[in-house]
């Protein structure tokens, strides 16, 4: 079954997407702006893995795909490694619309995630989604720094050549920060750029401002 873009986007009339690069404070922001604006907040990935117990080989391969060991995940090739990255990220962005459309029922919704333009460019007006970055280099810097990523930390150290596998990773990450850019270049949304200089405060009313929220 398919349900047509002008459908999704009109149940999803009360949802402002918050998205971006890794480590460009969309978390941050999307939670006071939810919190200054008395809005409901959905973290898409808090929920993968939920939304993992309910993929299937047949609708969702990637999400599916079985890795023999923590090893052969991290040290795919840098175009496929990426490549399963995004195709995760959008077999799961069915579950996340879902869950949008009836948590917006009740008041509107911030739903903060990594979702590329390109995938909300037909249901999500430009004046309710924001895509925030951070510079490859900075995402590069402060990937493994963030208390999120701990866990993952540990588990690439643990491993015998942990120094080169962390390095691929974040070879992995900074060339995705730079595709997830130009290809919010291309399809012209709204950008907020994180910066050691902006403080949350400032990007909050400067989302608040985009998305024409007041209070």
């Not at 080989?57 to 795919?76: I, K, N, T």
């Not at 917006?104 to 979702?115: A, C, Q």
Request: aromatic share 10%; net charge negative; charged share 25%.
């Amino acid at each position: 079954m398919q349900i047509a873009d002008n459908v999704i986007k009109a149940k999803l009339e009360q949802v402002y997407w918050v998205s971006g690069t890794a480590c460009s404070g969309k978390t941050t922001v999307a939670r006071a702006l939810a919190e200054k604006f008395e809005l409901g907040l959905y973290n898409a990935d808090e929920m993968y893995a939920q939304h993992m117990t309910m993929a299937s080989p047949e609708y969702q391969p990637s999400m599916c795909r079985q890795f023999p060991d923590l090893r052969s995940w991290f040290c795919q090739p840098l175009d496929e490694y990426s490549k399963g990255l995004d195709t995760n990220l959008r077999e799961a962005l069915d579950m996340v619309i879902i869950d949008a459309i009836c948590l917006s029922r009740e008041r509107p919704l911030v739903v903060e995630g990594s979702f590329s333009p390109k995938w909300l460019q037909h249901i999500a007006p430009s004046q309710r989604f924001a895509f925030m970055y951070a510079r490859p280099e900075l995402v590069r810097r402060d990937f493994f720094a963030r208390e999120d990523k701990q866990d993952v930390l540990a588990a690439i150290n643990a491993l015998p050549d942990g120094e080169r596998v962390r390095e691929h990773v974040l070879n992995v990450v900074e060339h995705s920060a730079r595709q997830w850019i130009e290809t919010a270049l291309q399809c012209g949304v709204q950008m907020f750029e994180r910066t050691d200089h902006v403080a949350v405060a400032e990007r909050v009313t400067l989302l608040a401002r985009h998305f024409g929220l007041k209070g």
